[in-house]
C-alpha cells in the first residue's frame, strides 16, 4: 500500500528497525537501518542494504509515531535513537527529520555513519545530533580504498567539521584479521582518532562472518570466507594500541557487551 505522508513529512527506505538495540550508542536504542550505501565494504554485513531499493518506503511521521511508543523506555536506559544503515546520510532528509521528531520528544540522537556522504549531512542535521559514531574503516588511505571501494579523505573532513563543532564522536573500528589488524593501520586510525578533542572513545569492534549468505542472496562474492573472528590476544592488542595514544577504547559495540581487556 502506498505511503501518503502527513504535512512536514518525508519518505525514505527502511531496511529494518530494532526497538532494543544495545550495540549502537548508549543505553538501550531503538536503531532504524535505512537503505542505501556508496561503500562496498569487504566485511559488510548487510550487503543488502547497499541499494536503496531494497528498503520500505515509510514516512518519517509513521516512524516517529512508533518510536513515540517506546520514548519511557529508552529514556529510562539513558538509550534513545540511533539512525543507521546503510549510510544514513544517502538520504539526509529523511535522517534529519527522524533525528528532528526524536529530539522534540526529548530522546538522545546519535547518527551511525561511515562519514564518507558526510558533505550532505546539513548543518540543520547536526543540530538535531547529539552523538555521532564514526565508522573508520581504515586508517591508511591505500588500505581504506581497498576495503570500502572509496577514499578515505572526506570521512576525514566530515571529521574536521565535527571537531569544529565540538560534537561528540565515538570512533568504531571492525577488526579484521588479515587486513585491518596491521599495527601501521592500527596506529593510523588511533592517530586519526587522538588527533580529535571530540572523540569520546573507540570502540574495536570483532569481524565476525554471519553476513556472510546475504552475499550470495545478493549474487556478490564475499571474499572474507576464510577468515575467522579475531582472537580475545588480537582484540586485546589492537586495544592496546588505541590506548597507548591516550584514547578511552572498549571491545564491543556498547557497555553492556564490553568485555574487560
Ligand atoms: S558502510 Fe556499512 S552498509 Fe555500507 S558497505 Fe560498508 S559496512 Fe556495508
Redesign the pocket.
Known sequence: MAVVPEAGSVDGYVHAVESAGTLDGPGVRFVVFLSG?W???L?????D??NINNGRQVASTELLKEIADYKPYLQHTHGGVTIS???PLVQPAFTEALLRGCKKMGLHTALDT?GFPGWRAPDSLLDVTDLVLL?I?AGLPELYERI?GKALEPTLEFAQRLRARDMPIWVRFVLVPGLTDGEDNIHAVAQIAADLPNVERVEVLPFHNMGIHKWAEQGMTYTLSDTPTPTHEQTAHAVAIFREHGIATVYGGSEGTTAPL
Not at 566485511?43 to 550487503?47: L, V
Open positions: 550505501c561503500l562496498t565494504c566485511y559488510c554485513h548487510n550487503p542494504c547497499q544503515g546503510g549510510e561511515s565508522d574503516k570500502t
